[in-house]
């Protein structure tokens, strides 16, 4: 059956049509005999701080960088390769010490420039499942030179980058083969689950043991119902397999709250379907009914003294660089 694919702003490229690929059940013992094969590179003590931007978060462009003084790893590229560039050694960042491009679907604003940027920094690797690979090389127009980068990853099987462990989780959403990640430094783990329609168990053990921690808010139920879409991709936005709304984020963060959670990313908000102001409010209220004081992630006097710092993705812009002290 043929594809066709539309675009909408706030939920990124859309097929109208799809098939489902059939997914066989894997014997743990074949899970047991597969290595991945990432290179660890030495490292030395590093100073024990672990550093994050975000360079765009949305349909336009999803992208960001998480590592240590010793390297790091770029998740997804959906942002042009020389502004993520830019953007990295304007931090003070050594692009040689990134290791690679971590994919979490095959969505356009999320796997765009993913060539581009090995291509321009041949150290650099894709690390994402044969499945993502597979659909990227059959649906998009990215050179099929990206499998030469490509090193396959397999969900819930920890692999290393330099002093990172990583570990992708399984998330519900309409591309192929959706996968968050859980990045171990030390005794912090940072977590990030985008483009997901609810969060289901395995992603919730993950998410729950995050200090820092992104997550979709991607739409306000209201706005949504009154805005321009369409009544079918409304429908399929608020479907499992589509996106997570304000309301969904902000009782799902109640729930999980502890005093080991320092820092909420709230990412993907929709351009037509939400605002920063509603989404921020709305986790708010929600995290302090559970007893968190919080912040806005500005370092303020006033921020030093909440329990969790609390912000909204740019989608446009990228962040500063945020440090965490573990």
Known sequence: MGRKKISFEGIGELPFIWEEEERQPMHRSVYDRMVVSVPKPE??????????????????????????SEGGIIIDAGVKADEIEARIRANGIDIKKVHGVLLTHDHSDHIKYAYTLVRNNRHMKVYCTNRVMNSILRHHNISKRIKDYHIAIFKEIPFRSGELEITAFEVPHDG???MGFSVAFRDRNFVLATDMGEVQTRARHYMSQADYLVIESNYDLQMLRYGRYPE?????????????????TAAFLKEIYTPRLKHIFLCHLSKDNNTPEKALQAVRAALEEAGAKVGEGMETISDREADVQLVALPRYDATRLYVFRT
């Open 232 to 248: 079918f991709l409304k429908a399929r936005i608020q479907t499992s397999i589509g996106h997570m709304d304000n309301t969904a």
């Open 176 to 178: 192929t083969d959706n």
């Open 43 to 68: 490292v030395a003590n590093s100073d024990g701080l672990l550093y994050y931007i975000s360079f765009g978060s949305g349909s336009s462009g999803n992208s960001s960088y998480i590592g240590t």
